[in-house]
């Protein structure tokens, strides 16, 4: 498995002496070593490379088993969960296929637009939501918001995910 990973350099090294990322590939290395049917992961890739990510995954995937796995990385969760489950506060806040709670979203799209160049009368008839110096809206029609906005202001398009499903159930959009 460390071959695998192209870690075998780790084999004889105390794990305090290891970076983070190490740390983590040795600790699935360590949890799939017995080929267990069951394996319950923390975080399991969180700051490891795209690569890594990816070989860990194609590790943890090599025969059927049941993953229990919580994470940040929305795009994990949707790639490789059959069910997926929003926790808020402690408690299970929605539960259901990836695909299912991205339909619970009130749009398909989003549209983010720098806040220096959103219109302030889209803004009256709109809400939109704060999101990295953006304001981001969920329309129901976008081509409508995109119409509103013109040519000449930036803005990107982009499908609804996780997050922002999980955003919408808890009330945050």
């Known amino acids: 498995l460390l071959q ?3 870690i075998e350099e780790v084999e004889d090294r ?5 970076s983070q990322g190490q740390r983590k590939q040795v600790g699935i290395v360590l949890a799939l070593l017995l080929d267990p049917d069951l394996l319950i992961l923390d975080e ?18 090599e025969r059927p088993r ?9 795009s994990e969760a949707e790639r490789f969960a059959d069910t997926v489950a929003f926790l808020a506060d402690g408690h299970v806040l929605a539960q259901d296929t990836a695909e299912a709670l991205l339909d619970a979203c009130a749009a398909e799209q989003k549209v983010d ?4 160049h959103a219109p302030d009368d889209l803004l009256k008839e709109r809400p939109a939501v704060r ?3 953006s304001l981001r809206f969920y329309p129901d029609d976008p081509d409508a918001v995109l119409d509103r906005l013109g ?7 982009s499908p609804v995910t996780l997050e922002d499903a999980f955003l919408h159930l808890s009330g945050n959009v």
């Open 14 to 18: 105390l794990v305090r002496v290891l």
């Open 131 to 133: 999101h990295d110096g």
């Open 151 to 157: 040519a000449s202001t930036r803005y990107s398009v």
């Open 113 to 116: 637009v720098p806040a220096e």
């Open 4 to 6: 695998r990973l192209d």
């Open 44 to 61: 399991p890739t969180s700051g490891l490379d795209p690569i890594v990510r990816e070989q860990l995954w194609d590790l943890i995937q």
């Open 66 to 74: 049941t993953v229990f796995f919580t994470t940040h990385i929305w």
